[in-house]
């Protein structure tokens, strides 16, 4: 709890470009919960070094994403928006966790599996920790709910485990996170491939719709979008492509599969694809024209960078600070 309110956390990475699978996922709920939650969104740059980087495509990247937080509707008045490398508390933390963390969960984690074979040249410890930065960035703000697309389950589970592990040494020190994740959007797949989720490291670039793509773009990928021959629109398994474009439509327009499948009886998949191209072209419009106008107010963008960098160092070690107390480290000494 935060002035009476439960606590919120989530993240993205400044890596890539974000996909509609990042926004229908998870940014979209974020919006959504701004106002019942005392919320943390942070751009998760510690996390992208993991992967090596270009240090001037980094730094522009991670700006980027703070600028989309807000263009999507987060107001960073009300809630924390911040750069995770501007609050050291979550390296200290994830180091401290490192110790209560054991090498053979990690070794379950499938991220890092994937991660891992697609990079087989940098399975860096980073790579392999991650999980336990990722535990530091929950826990540091005592986070009731931690919005997300499914994909990141597990690793709420561990962080939920090493919360539990920690507090049975040591007291009532973490609070224990809940997940979030939406009835629609969850797990947005690849345009190209639907039995893999669309996700912005995806090298054909027509697998994905990337949030700054333009309409007549959007409309081409979905165009292209790959389906089956069982010339029928419905929501089932057998059908991944044809239900993944119905996710993406109901996640747009907030209506059912049901209702979808009922709006489209007896058209053709040709139709379907237009219909879902336009809708998010719509939804994406107002979104990149907000982040171009951010983008022209540097001092605005500068000012939100620093107060908030400030506001989450504060909450952050404050926990730091008990849980370095907790495990035996000298006390500061004051005055
Ligand atoms: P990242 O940057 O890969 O993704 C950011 C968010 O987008 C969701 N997402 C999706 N949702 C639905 N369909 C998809 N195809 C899709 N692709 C991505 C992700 O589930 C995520 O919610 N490890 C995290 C970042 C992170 C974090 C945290 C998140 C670091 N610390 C603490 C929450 C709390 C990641 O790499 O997400």
Known sequence: MLDGKKVLFSGMQSTGNLTLGNYLG??????KLADEYECFYCVVDEHSITVRQDPATLRKRARALLILYIAA????????LYYQSHVSAHAELAWILNCFTYMGEMNRMTQFKDKSAKHADN?????FAYPVLMAADILLYQSDIVPVGSDQLQHLEITRDIAQRFNNIYG?????????????????MSLQEPSKKMSKSDENPNASIYLMD?????IRKFKRAVTDSEAMIAYREEQPGIRNLIDIYCACTNKTSGEAVKEFEGRGYGDLKMAVGETVADVLLPLQSRVAELSADKAYIDSVIKNNAEKAAYYAN??????????????RVRG
């Open 73 to 80: 509707g987060i107001d960073p008045e009300k809630s924390c």
């Open 123 to 127: 399975i860096n410890v980073g790579l």
């Open 318 to 331: 404050k926990t730091l600070r008990k849980v370095q107390h907790k495990i035996g480290f000298p006390d």
């Open 26 to 31: 998870a940014l979209k709920n974020w919006v």
């Open 214 to 218: 333009d309409r007549d773009t959007i």
């Open 172 to 188: 009532d020190v973490f609070t224990i996170p809940e997940p979030y994740v939406g009835k629609v959007g969850a797990r947005i």
